[in-house]
């Protein structure tokens, strides 16, 4: 897919570019990656980052867990779960994102739109 416009785009999309990285077995990695920089851009230290940061914090601690995808298929393992979990959680981070960002004015543009590159740069 193209890549994501906006936070609403990326929560939309993210079924689609998730389900790619975890059939090519890269969403642990990428999931973990995006976790990171996400929690770099919201520092619980800056007032209103918090529900931000904490969906930042269930990501990071989510993603190692994801189990790799054609390992699993071999051994009848079924992973579809976690690849939904990781689906829900991206949208929920991004969707949230952007309520805080457009409608609440309580985050920056700066940061909605380095969360939106963080989004582009793992998923794209």
């Known amino acids: 897919m193209p890549a994501a416009v906006d ?3 990326a ?3 993210a079924p689609v570019d998730l389900l ?3 059939q090519a077995d890269t969403l642990n990695a990428r999931l973990v990656a995006f976790a990171a920089t996400a929690t770099a851009i919201f520092p619980t230290s800056t007032a209103n980052n918090a529900p931000i940061a904490n969906w930042c914090s269930v990501i990071s601690a989510f993603a190692p867990s994801i189990i790799n995808f054609t390992q699993a298929a071999h051994v009848g393992l ?3 779960p976690q690849y939904q979990t990781a689906v829900d959680y991206v949208y929920r981070l991004c969707k949230l994102a952007n309520y805080y960002n457009v409608t609440l004015g309580l985050i920056t543009n700066a940061q909605a739109a ?3 590159a963080a989004y582009n740069a793992q998923f794209p």
């Open 20 to 22: 790619a990285r975890w």
């Open 11 to 13: 929560a939309g999309q």
């Open 7 to 9: 936070l609403i785009d």
């Open 78 to 80: 079924n992973t579809i």
């Open 114 to 116: 380095a969360l939106l």
